[in-house]
C-alpha cells in the first residue's frame, strides 16, 4: 500500500516559518490532487490547502492565504507547504492526504475526497 510520510513539523515562535513535506512511497498520486488538513486540539479536522497534479492550480483556508503556500515535486514524489507568518492558533497536527482518482478537481476542500493520509506531523507555535 502507498504511504505518505510527513516531516518539518516542530516547536516555532509566532512570527517564524516552516516547511512540511509528505514524501509518497510511490509514484501513485502524480496524476491525483494533493492536500494538506491540520487538526487543532479539540476541533475537527481541517482544511489548509490543496494542489493540482501539474501544481499549476492551488486553492486555500481563508484564514492560510496570504501566509501559506503549497507546491509539489512529482519527480521526487513531495509536496509541500511552506507556512510563514505562524500564529500560535497554527498549532495542530498536520496530515497531508492524496486522492486515488486521477485529474479530479472537485469539493479538494473535504476530506472525505482523499483516500490516501500520513500519519500526520506536529506543529506547534508559542507566543
Known amino acids: 500500500q502507498v504511504q505518505l510520510e510527513e516531516s518539518g513539523g516542530g516547536l516555532v515562535q509566532a512570527g517564524e516559518s516552516l516547511r512540511l513535506s509528505c514524501v509518497a512511497s510511490?509514484?501513485?498520486?502524480?496524476?491525483?490532487?494533493m492536500g494538506w488538513f491540520r487538526q487543532r486540539p479539540g476541533k475537527e479536522r481541517e482544511f489548509v490547502a490543496a494542489?493540482?497534479?501539474?501544481?499549476?492550480?492551488?486553492t486555500y483556508a481563508d484564514s492560510m492565504k496570504g501566509r501559506f503556500s503549497i507546491s509539489r515535486d512529482n519527480a521526487q514524489m513531495t509536496l509541500y507547504l511552506q507556512m510563514n507568518m505562524l500564529k500560535s492558533e497554527d498549532t495542530a497536527v498536520y496530515y497531508c492526504?492524496?486522492?486515488?482518482?486521477?485529474?479530479?478537481?472537485?469539493?479538494?476542500?473535504?476530506?472525505?475526497?482523499?483516500?490516501?493520509w500520513g500519519q500526520g506531523t506536529q506543529v506547534t507555535v508559542f507566543l
Open positions: 492526504a492524496a486522492q486515488s482518482s486521477m485529474w479530479r478537481w472537485t469539493n479538494v476542500d473535504s476530506p472525505f475526497e482523499y483516500d490516501h
Open positions: 494542489i493540482s497534479w501539474g501544481g499549476k492550480t492551488t
Open positions: 510511490e509514484p501513485t498520486f502524480i496524476n491525483s490532487a
